[in-house]
């Protein structure tokens, strides 16, 4: 099981007991604003999208988005992990964070963990997709050594997003 530490943030793998904290993140204004909609409405919901999306992930993977927690309390602020998407050549990096938690540097914080961890898997190559009025999350990119390189259409989705990408070297580690 993965567990990700930083000074203020413990990262590990979601479970059924994360459907609260799923429910409130993924009906975030800013969630289906910047991510879209994922029409979870109850705690069923939550579980769903738990066990076919992040919990498969890791079985089928190794890796996906991980609980994103503050380390002295263990209360959970948000997600931060990495994304097999079949439509990407490359592993997508993505994050989002409960209001309360945003402009802490609690994303800069755990992404920065989070590509530690892609080098430690051998990834030659982490890429983010953004929506093109996402200054906040382009920014963090920007600090974290992606650079946007094109805009992306994912196969059943119409809406256009600028994908951001970092190499992150064989020999890295």
Known sequence: MTRLSTERLVLTELDDDDAPFILELLNDPEWIRYIG???????DDARTYLR?????????????????????DDTPIGLCGLIRRPALDDVDIGFAFLPAYRGCGYALESAAAVLDHAQALGLPRVVALVSPDNDRSAALLARLGFARER???LPDDDATLDLFARDLGRDAR
């Open 37 to 43: 909609d994922r029409k979870l409405r109850t705690l």
């Open 52 to 72: 076919n999306g992040p919990i498969a992930m890791y079985a089928r993977e190794g890796f996906g988005l991980y609980r994103t927690a503050l380390a002295h």
């Open 151 to 153: 805009s992306i259409r």
